[in-house]
């Protein structure tokens, strides 16, 4: 388990991480949101090691990690960067990974390197940068470490190869229980992925849930009244949003789904229908009944 | 045997510094050392272009020519580039091998492996170091071995290179690694490469720079100090850059003769020590700048923020101390320019930090603070000249040894004098304040040169000439009464035996009058055994005692009284000096017949087996040419050949109305002058025309 609490980091006045706490189960996929600045790589950075937190405590399984062999012995971390690996053939990057992490398996890695049939022996200089990335990964997959942190793991890639680095890393997740902590601003891509997310902004963890139970406590329900209803004319219902548009009233709940349709339904609507909502809705609306301004969250 | 993260790191860096490490190997084995070879081998050949005074001539490009002298001359241009590429390299690797400090891509990678900092800052460390100086390690203990410095453990010398060669290797083997210790400090401070470039040079000059500036101003034009010298003296142990002027001089030193060069400095091995932990301080610094700074600061010129100002600091400071050394003055206009150019200096780079004219205004204040402390100090320092440093002699109390040495002085041994001894050290501060009571009649050169070596360390050296070939006693005095207060050294009676032996040690002497060359040169021997009239001798012997005050120290302007001989030990010893053309009563007195024997009277030198034929020599060389070059043809007295037999058999040793200087060479010890008299001139001529002929037929 990662478990962090009260961490802070601050760049020179500049507060990058603020009280951070929460925990990352081991053997899930933890998605870590935010928009740019947001401190999603500060935070992957600590995880990690490569940077010392200013407060706070970070640990895994209960060892702390910065300047901690022995805990990071346990990682990999497959940066945003990709500038690290020019000099190198992916051949070279195999043997590098092999030579810090024992448990590297070959065999992974050349089925991996079969699957995706990037070159073996030619620089990576002369690669894409989702070529790049896809070598990290199936270097950082095959050398089998109990937790594997991407930022922004699926920048670059084309959707084909989005959906066989997914396929890669779920396998590995289920053959060896490794949890995967994937940065991202792209909500999508998290929802396919992990199980669990997290959602920096500003440097605040504004709140970290499981994936399943956050889409289940919130829905949107869509009906037509004659007279369009006000939030308070639902007081049974937690409503984070009623929109009104073309006619159409548009109610987003938090709660039991059936149980809000079916108070909704008791007012007496002319059509009453729920909705599915993507996560990406189900963020901005959680979020501004958290206070936050849509508009200052996309910044 | 599981290897560990660290070794395995370790490995994995070096193979990523294989291209330096094959530089390294190419500039130190194949640059450095062949070049090395290539002089021991050949640098005793130059011997051929020595002009007739025994003067090595200036360098002419149709050496070039001669298979020889080029070998030598790639030799010191080989040697220049492997000195200049190992300290590129010392330079350069260090921000690669650290890049983790200026690539964030590298940052996450290296960062996150398992390793801790100090396994990850060795890996960084060694790995480069290794690469550069691995294969230079070879190359000392071969250049040792060359010149023979480890002789003592029974290896012979394999060239003729001099033991102080290994000097030299060892010297750039310091720089070298000081070099690369420094840049892994720099590179620890900053977060990019262009700031690591900057300010490794920045820091590497600013701080020797700084003081050399300082000392050099307060010092120029003292009398009896040498300011360069000094100044240099004053960085030696700041390495890498307080090293490079020595090591460039000690080279120059050793080739002075071809580039007119002169070893002004050595650093004292003191100084090495202090040089040698202060590049491992680097090292050490390195380990806790890297340790303690923030990873996440990267892309920052400096990690540290609080290290900027004393760069500004520094650079104001160089930049207002240049102003003063080059004017040498303190006056209004100096103090305008040098503030004008130190605020310029401080105002510009604060800019380019910062980018912030805001926060220039504040730093402003400090800048004028510096500023005013610079220009009081260069203005006091100089107008009290160098805080009295003219007039200072160390006390007695304080010095631990003295070494004097000088041009005019110890010509016979071309070697420093060392004294520990109270008493004499006593002697010689007495002397020196004497000197300095006359000191209208001095200016500073290298007629004598005392330096102390305090006990606390600092070294304090003075140096003195005549201002006037008259005064040149005030020297001669002073350096035969220093030395005569002590009988150290290998040279029992000191400077000379005119100064400070007993007449009668003299047993023999010749004058050779550059007035004229070859062709026509006069020898003439002078002993009061065999050709000094005996009721004549004491007359001769107070004109030899007066001579010493006119003793010369420029070979183009004298005399040569030469081959002074004198007994020491049961063996015959000689030893050269030379007189201003202005004393001529040694000249005029020896040339006068009334104070001669004949040639039939004079005694048998026990080192001639002859009279007046020269049955005693062995090999002749015989120079023939004008004064710029000459050919020399070696003749022997074994020889067959009957013109060189009927040749010996024309010389003489009685230089009377003689025309040819013959120099005969014994084959076992000493050497003399024979001479072919008037009336056999034109067969003499005839003989060595016809040997020479012979001579480059055999060649061709």
Sequence with gaps: ?299 | MKKSNFSKYLLYKFKSHIGIFAASIVLSLVGFALSITLLGIYVSNISEYYDNSGNMLNFYPQWLNDLNMAIVIYGILGLAVSALGLLALAFITPILSFKFYNNRAFTDMIGSLPLNYTERFFGDFLSGLAAVCLPYLITVPYVCIMSGYVGSFGIEKIADLPANFSQGAFELGLIVFSTYTFSSLMVSLCGKISSSVFYTLAGAGLIPGTIFVYTLSSLSGLLGVSADVMAFGMVHWIPPVGLIPDFVYFWGDYFATMFEGYHIIEAQTYEYVVAAILAVAYAVGAYFVGKYRKTERIGRDLVYEKVFPVFAILLEALAIGVVFCVSGSVNFITYIFAAVLGFLCFIIIDLIHTKNTKRLLKDLIGCAAVCAVCLVFSGVSISTKGFGAEDYVPAAEDVAEIEVWGNQVFIAENKAFEYVDPDAIEGIIAEHKELLTQKDKLETGTGIEIRYTLKNGMSVLRSYSARNREDQWIIYGAAGRITSLTQKGDYPFGVLSMNSSEYSDLSFAGIIDYDEQVDSEHSYRITEKFMIKPEKTEEFKELMLNAQKYIAADKTMHRDIVNAYYTKDGERQSEMFFIFYEYEDVYNFIKDPENRITINDYEKDPMLSGNDKVVMSYSFSINIGNDRNYLRLNVTSDSEDPDVAELISLCSIDPTDCTYLIEARRTSSGYGNVFINKKDEARAVELILKLLGKSIASKE
């Design chain 1, 1 to 299: 388990m990662i478990k962090l609490e009260n961490v802070t980091k601050n760049f020179d006045g500049f507060i990058a991480l603020d009280n951070v706490s929460f925990e990352i189960q081991k053997g899930s996929a933890y998605g870590l949101l935010g928009s740019n600045g947001a401190g999603k790589s500060t935070m992957l950075r600590i995880l990690t090691g490569v940077y010392k937190a200013d407060g706070g405590t970070v640990s895994i399984e209960g060892a702390s990690i910065y300047d901690n062999a022995s805990t990071k012995q346990k990682l990999i971390f497959i940066s945003d960067e990709t500038a690290q690996y020019s000099n190198m053939t992916l051949n070279q990057m195999r043997k590098f990974y092999k030579m810090f992490y024992p448990n590297f398996s070959d065999d992974i890695f050349s089925r991996l390197h079969a699957l995706l049939g990037l070159p073996l022996n030619k620089k990576t200089s002369a690669f894409s940068k989702g070529m790049k990335r896809q070598a990290a990964v199936i270097c950082a997959i095959a050398a089998r470490p109990e937790y594997l942190f991407l930022d922004e793991a699926f920048d670059g890639l084309d959707p084909s190869m989005r959906i066989a680095v997914k396929k890669m890393m779920v396998e590995a997740m289920a053959d060896s229980e490794m949890t995967v902590v994937i940065s991202s601003h792209n909500l999508k891509e998290i929802e396919e992925f992990c199980d669990t997310v997290g959602m920096l902004h500003h440097g605040k963890m504004i709140f970290t849930r499981d994936l399943y139970e956050l889409k289940g406590n919130i829905h949107k329900i869509q009906a037509s009244f004659e007279k369009e209803p006000a939030k308070e004319d639902f007081p049974e219902l937690d409503i984070l949003l009623i929109e009104h548009n073309s006619g159409l009233t548009y109610i987003i709940a938090q709660g039991d789904a059936e149980k809000s349709l079916e108070a909704v339904k008791a007012k007496g609507p002319s059509f009453c229908d729920l909705i599915p909502l993507s996560l990406e809705e189900i963020f901005i609306y959680e979020m501004e009944a958290l206070g936050y301004d849509k508009n200052q969250l996309d910044s």
